[in-house]
């Protein structure tokens, strides 16, 4: 055996040789496999992967760390996760204390920092532009074995994290979830959720955190992803001067040994609390993650809960009996958990519901699966992997979970594996781990009280999983763009090099066809195309007589068309991997969709098809309308919801298309809306007057705009963006206070309407003011003083939207436990008069100017970005040269511009004040909030 293991370790140093590097001392390549190679350092044991990607000059460097909450007992239950969040508070190298924090560090560069901590592992990561990966990996090496770890962090940290805790505990369906795994396992760790509980996160004492820090964190334990444009010799060189001198870890890395006793008899369980639909939850046992049975797992999952042709969508969703399917499968190093959820339509029986699933899951026992249902599964699955791969970020997470289950090849070989699956594996997996004695029910029953009512938003969309990993900061929430544009991120893959220094209006070809602005740019991309565009028929395109009515039209085109069911179009769309959604704004119809380049004219057809020639039925008219009903309810569990309506509805006034719509009000239309209307609106709204469309990625421009023009033929309508009046409002009370009952967690929210749109000149100083505010994520004031220093919230953030089509409104949104709430809003004001009285200074203005173009080159490493930022740029009524020149107008800005611009727009006296959550009138405590 040895002298096969010295002929595989010679041969590979005899490929490195004939590639034309030289491995440099003290490393030993392991193996190479899909583009990535294995290093492995011979000081310590540290695992390295690289893999080189020179489309774009951005990279993601991770440390994973396998260390999760399965590693944890009872007393120090969510222990990784908190050692996460003290592992920023830094060390003798970089701290705040003298200006050098990790925040500060990354933030000049321009890089998106973030940490998980999920069940098995712990992963740090940056995704930055690569002249900085040196500082990257300087700093992650600093914090293996050199944090800091005290009691004041902790302390300030600990009420951070149970805030966290307590927005968690908002969602009954994360509470159903926590619970379900609760019941599910009794002996092995993952009993507990990543975040622990409340109990354990309040008082674990700070030694048993040291002592986890020196248990599991060293390098012989962690493996380093590096992925991106850098040199592989650099890189190298780089990780040994900063990790080489790292001892490995004096004593063996504990293991866990603990095995769940096998299940003999259905368990049951019943989450009984405030809320507003109900819901049931039935788990069952899946296969370790490196096990063969995994893949005909993953495909059956698929074929059973996921999207419009899976079979409880059609047993359930399609007969009206429930409003979402919300499939929870992940794969783990141990034995999971897959958990289809369903939200029950109003005024259904839970019993009823899971009567049903289980016989659907009888049915494929009995009888198997359809060699068509695993074709499409696999192409769905493939693609949708292809799809994920979105810049080296994501391509280095889906790595990091493939580590975690302890074999980073199985990454790369997936792919392989699921393609071999046959439906007679399918009905086995089935038969194997589908068996009611070893299944966990639940039920969610909501006690909603009477007369409850919300303001409605759109229908709740599926999660891909409900068990997720806990992030150090929320990903949801960027800071560089306003929340007009959220609505419109469509995810890419990895674009060429169209960053500053080059130019995007020479890139991008634009033509008119039809009355419809085209763009399209082609990327070095291969296969991949990324497609996005908008027509002006949003919300505040509904009649006055019908507030919901372009809200349910859009909602509709999915729906079926004259010629095709929604299930022979979702069966066409899944047999070649692709995707198309919709998406209704404020102001916008979206669409966007995700394709191979061969496929590209069978997608443009479609999304033709439902443009064009919606079916506008009857019976799916019914069953909107029930959905979009229920999710009113849904809307009225969340604080942050209920707070920006309330906060809207005094900074406007009924007829600016900023205000939001009753709930009342939003009830009678959704019930009066008829066939006759909804054609009405159609034919008026949907036309090329002001369609946008966008494709970035592998795209043939002369093919591609062939298309288009071919698809917009005799189609004709639609309306031009109409001029929109700037509000003149004055707001009829100061402070709001929203009443909530049961709510672990409760919303701040303050704001006053600017006049500002995206066009105007003083909307960049402002733009950048907010930055330093808030509005840079941990950089920014309110994160670094309100809960990086003094621990009151898990988050809070400034803004400017409202503001692509009409005029914006500045706000701060924060989240804290209604005990801490007065001292959270007192917090937040002292820092907002701060900032507004003595302005910002000069080095803010340089910190902050390195931030947002270090970060703008990030965001334009993905087709998906591109795409984006062309969409939202045209929207806005800028051109395309715009996205250019960004960053030298940012570098143009004075501090006495910045400053000026805030203190003419921002105005505290005429701040708007609203509270959310389980308080009283006065903004106390109700003292019924969630403790568990």
């Not at 396992?185 to 008082?203: L, N, V």
């Not at 969508?313 to 499939?327: E, S």
């Not at 998406?583 to 380049?597: E, Q, V």
């Not at 369609?691 to 970035?696: C, H, L, S, T």
Request: neutral net charge.
């Amino acid at each position: 055996m040895k002298k096969y293991t010295l002929f595989f370790l010679l041969f590979l140093c005899l490929v490195y040789s004939l590639s034309g590097q030289k491995l440099p001392a003290g490393y030993t390549q392991v193996k190479e496999l899909g583009g990535i190679k294995e290093f492995k350092l011979e000081s310590n044991g540290l695992v390295i992967l690289l893999k080189e990607d020179h489309t774009a000059p951005v990279l993601t460097f991770m440390v994973t760390y396998k260390v999760g909450s399965r590693d944890e007992v009872t007393g120090n239950t969510g222990s990784t996760h908190l050692l996460e969040h003290l592992m920023f508070k830094g060390s003798p190298t970089f701290n705040k204390k003298d200006g050098t924090s990790i925040d500060i560090e990354f933030g000049k560069a321009g890089a998106m920092v973030n940490a998980t901590t999920w069940l098995d592992r712990t992963n740090y990561f940056e995704s930055l532009p690569n002249t900085h990966l040196e500082l990257a990996i300087k700093i992650e090496a600093d914090r293996m074995r050199n944090a800091f770890i005290n009691e004041e962090d902790r302390q300030a940290e600990m009420t951070v994290v149970r805030n966290e805790f307590e927005q968690g505990e908002n969602d009954p369906l994360y509470a159903l979830d926590k619970q379900i795994w609760a019941t599910a396992y009794q002996a092995h760790p993952y009993h507990h959720s990543t975040i622990g509980w409340r109990s354990d996160i309040e008082k674990v004492p700070i030694e048993k955190l040291k002592a986890f820090y020196d248990t599991y964190y060293w390098p012989n334990n962690a493996t380093i992803t590096l992925i991106g444009d850098f040199s592989e010799s650099q890189a190298l060189e780089y990780i040994k001067k900063h990790f080489g001198a790292i001892a490995a870890s004096p004593k063996p890395i504990p293991q866990v040994y603990t095995q769940e006793p096998e299940q003999q008899g259905q368990r049951r369980m019943i989450v009984k609390r405030a809320g507003q639909l109900g819901m049931v939850g039935i788990a069952y046992k899946t296969p370790k993650g490196l096990e063969q049975d995994t893949y005909p797992m993953k495909v059956l999952v698929s074929i059973l809960a996921e999207d419009k042709t899976s079979r409880l969508y059609k047993a359930l969703v399609d007969k009206g009996l429930a409003t979402t399917i919300n499939p929870s499968y992940d794969i783990f190093k141990d034995e999971g958990l897959f958990i289809p959820y369903v939200y029950l339509t109003p005024g259904i029986k839970q019993e009823d519901v899971e009567k049903i699933i289980l016989d659907e899951f009888e049915k494929i026992k009995a009888s198997g699966v359809t060699a068509q249902e695993v074709s499409r599964a696999i192409n769905k699955i493939i693609t949708q992997k292809a799809y994920q791969s979105d810049g080296s970020y994501s391509l280095a997470s889906q790595i990091n979970e493939a580590i975690a289950m302890g074999d980073w090849t199985f990454y790369v070989n997936f792919n392989d594996n699921i393609q071999k699956v046959q439906p007679i594996q399918v009905q086995a997996a089935a038969r194997k781990y589908l068996l009611t004695d070893k299944s966990t029910v639940g039920y969610f029953i909501p006690k909603a009280e009477e007369g409850s009512t919300a303001i409605i938003n759109s229908p709740a969309k599926n999660r891909e999983s409900v068990q997720t990993p806990l992030y150090y900061r929320n990903p949801a929430l960027t800071y560089l763009e306003s929340a007009d544009k959220h609505d419109q991120q469509v995810p890419g893959q990895k674009n060429s090099k169209v960053l500053p220094g080059n130019t995007f209006a020479s890139q991008v070809q634009f033509k008119q066809i039809n009355g419809a602005k085209v763009y399209a740019m082609k990327t070095d991309v291969k296969d991949v195309v990324t497609l996005t565009g908008s027509i002006y028929a949003g919300e505040t395109t509904s009649p006055a007589d019908n507030s919901k009515l372009a809200h349910f039209v859009g909602s509709m085109l999915d729906k079926g068309t004259i010629k095709k069911s929604k299930f022979d179009i979702a069966e066409q769309l899944e047999n070649i991997g692709a995707s198309i959604s919709f998406n209704i704004t404020r102001h916008t119809l979206n669409f966007n969709a995700k394709c191979l380049k061969k496929d590209l004219p069978i997608v443009i057809g479609l999304i033709e098809e439902q443009l064009k020639f919606p079916a506008f039925k009857d019976e799916e008219i019914d069953k909107l309308k029930k959905q979009l009903k229920a999710s009113i309810q849904q809307n009225t569990e969340k604080t942050n919801f209920m707070a920006n309506q309330a906060l809207l509805a005094q900074l406007y006034p009924k007829t600016h298309p900023n205000y939001p719509v009753s709930v009342e009000q939003s009830l009678k239309d959704i019930d009066k809306i008829t066939g006759s209307d909804i054609r009405a609106f159609h034919k008026k709204y949907y036309g090329p007057a002001s369609m946008i469309i966008v494709a970035v990625g592998d795209v043939e421009v002369p093919v591609f705009q062939k298309l288009v023009s071919n698809a917009l033929q005799g189609f004709s309508g639609g309306i031009t963006y109409p001029a929109i009046a700037k509000a003149t409002h004055a707001p009829a009370e100061k402070k709001v206070v929203v009443e909530m009952k049961e709510k672990a967690s409760a919303t701040l929210a303050i704001g006053m309407a600017t006049g500002l749109k995206q066009t105007d000149k003083d909307y960049l100083p402002l733009f950048v003011g907010n930055q330093v505010l808030g509005g840079g994520g941990f950089t920014g004031r309110l994160m670094s003083i309100i809960r990086d220093d003094e621990g009151l919230t898990y988050g809070i953030y400034s803004y400017h939207t409202g503001d692509v089509f009409s005029d914006g409104y500045f706000g701060v949104t924060g989240q804290f436990a209604p005990e801490l709430l007065d001292k959270g809003y007192a917090s937040t004001m002292r820092e907002f008069n701060r900032w507004i009285k003595e302005g910002i200074s000069e080095k803010d203005l340089q910190d902050k100017k390195m931030n947002i173009v270090g970060s703008f080159k990030v965001e334009l490493s993905t087709t998906g970005g591109i795409a984006n930022e062309i969409l939202n740029t045209i929207q806005a009524g800028l051109p395309i040269s715009y996205l250019d020149e960004f960053p030298a107008r940012i570098e143009a800005l004075t501090l006495a511009e910045v400053n000026a611009a805030m203190k003419k727009y921002i105005d505290p006296s005429k701040m708007v004040v609203v509270m959310a959550g389980s308080i009283d009138k006065e903004g106390k405590p109700q003292g019924a909030a969630n403790k568990n």
